[in-house]
């Protein structure tokens, strides 16, 4: 038989499987609501990458229980394939958001430039600012803060700066929540190639048991 221990590590790391899930899934679902520095750092393809991350692991989660509870050793060798697709899944979202702040002062720079006027007078009286790297540059005439050229020149703060701040922070901590997925998904997988472990034993004595005549070990 399985340990209880042993069990019980699997569980804990099963639950914590099913966090991850709907941890992502709700986020990503949270994010779409109207926020302007939000709907700026995430665009529609983003989060919809982290809807269908959250689904296959809850997916996952879903069936490893009822994957844990058939006997034998293939249903686990199932899930651990499972965990193997999760961890690619992980590792593809964690990286490309990772990737994009490489570069997040030019990958802004065509963000905000492909809003709308209304939206960036919107970002410009929100955050205090004219115009991305300087007053020219994709600036919109309007609002409170800008309202012109001439208030654009005077007020010599532009958007880059609060932008990338707040992308930064959010993008690290997001690609820093995906990455610890993968401890999850780590841990699960060595705790099932346990379970596997100790099933191939329990396995191997029974066939040894019933060759003795079902009279066990002396």
């Known amino acids: 038989m399985v340990p209880k221990r042993l069990m019980a590590a699997w569980a804990f790391f099963d639950f914590c499987l099913m966090a991850a899930g709907i941890v992502a899934l ?36 879903a069936l490893s229980l009822v994957l844990i509870a058939q006997r034998g ?3 686990l060798v199932i899930l651990n394939w499972l965990l193997l697709v999760d961890a690619i899944a992980i590792l593809f979202v964690g990286t490309y ?16 430039g492909m809003q709308s006027d209304a939206t960036k007078i ?35 703060s532009f958007c880059v700066t ?30 099932t190639m346990c379970v596997i472990k100790k099933r191939q034993e329990h396995e191997r004595f029974e066939k040894i048991d019933a060759k003795r005549g079902g009279q066990g070990f002396v």
């Open 26 to 61: 709700v986020l990503s679902v949270i994010w779409r609501e109207p926020n302007l520095l939000l709907n700026l750092t995430f665009s529609s393809a983003d989060l919809t990458g982290g809807t269908v991350l959250g689904i296959v692991i809850l997916v996952t989660f």
């Open 73 to 75: 050793k293939t249903p």
């Open 97 to 112: 958001v990772w990737f994009y702040t490489l570069h997040e002062r030019n990958n802004y720079h065509k963000v905000f």
């Open 122 to 156: 919107e970002i410009q009286d929100s955050v205090k600012c004219c115009g991305y790297f300087n007053a020219t540059d994709e600036v919109a005439f309007g609002g409170t803060f800008c309202p012109n050229q001439a208030a654009a020149m005077a007020a010599n």
């Open 162 to 191: 609060p932008i990338t701040a707040f992308a930064d922070m959010t993008l690290n901590n997001v690609f820093s929540t995906v990455y610890g997925f993968m401890s999850i998904v780590i841990g699960l997988f060595l705790a």
